[in-house]
């Protein structure tokens, strides 16, 4: 995906790590940098991880993808608010190619800046904080995931 970021020279998969190495700096750095690159490199590199599982079924890797707050980390000046309707338009490129194929959920605090029905969106706020049609249990039926999978 082509982030158009001015100080980008090169970007490569490491072949021992399988994560990407962005102008010779491995991903584990990028990552905790909390840069504008880390947030476009993480985004680019788990939507061509998803791709590349679609493409090939014989690599098995989640066909959903969950990303929270896109653009909140790209800035705010116009080039960012372009790189996150790239991203956005990125989005809605896969699931017009792959459908029902794959599923991604994207809570953003903005809407989509693209036209209006090129998602579905489900409104959430304090008083609606729950996906329509799916019932929260209470909080005497409910467990930690981390509780779920203790030794």
């Not at 020279?9 to 584990?28: C, H, K, R």
């Not at 903005?110 to 959430?124: E, G, K, N, R």
Request: aromatic share 6%; with cysteine; hydrophobic share 35%.
């Amino acid at each position: 995906m082509e982030l158009n970021l001015p100080w980008e020279q090169s970007a490569v998969i490491d072949p021992g790590t399988y994560l990407p190495v962005v102008d010779n700096t491995p991903f584990e750095s990028l990552q905790a940098s909390g840069c504008v690159l880390q947030a476009g490199v993480n985004i680019a590199y788990h939507l061509a991880l998803l791709e590349c599982g679609l493409t090939h079924p014989d690599i098995l890797v989640p066909s959903i993808l969950i990303i929270d707050s896109p653009r909140k980390a790209l800035g705010s000046n116009p080039d960012d608010q372009e790189r996150g309707r790239r991203i956005y338009s990125r989005f809605k490129a896969l699931t017009d190619a792959y459908g029902s194929r794959l599923q991604l959920i994207i809570a953003d605090d903005d809407t989509a800046p693209l036209p209006d029905d090129a998602f579905s969106t489900i409104q959430l706020d304090y008083t609606h904080p729950m996906v329509p049609g799916v019932a929260h249990p209470g909080p005497n039926h409910t467990t930690r995931t981390e509780d779920e999978y203790q030794a």
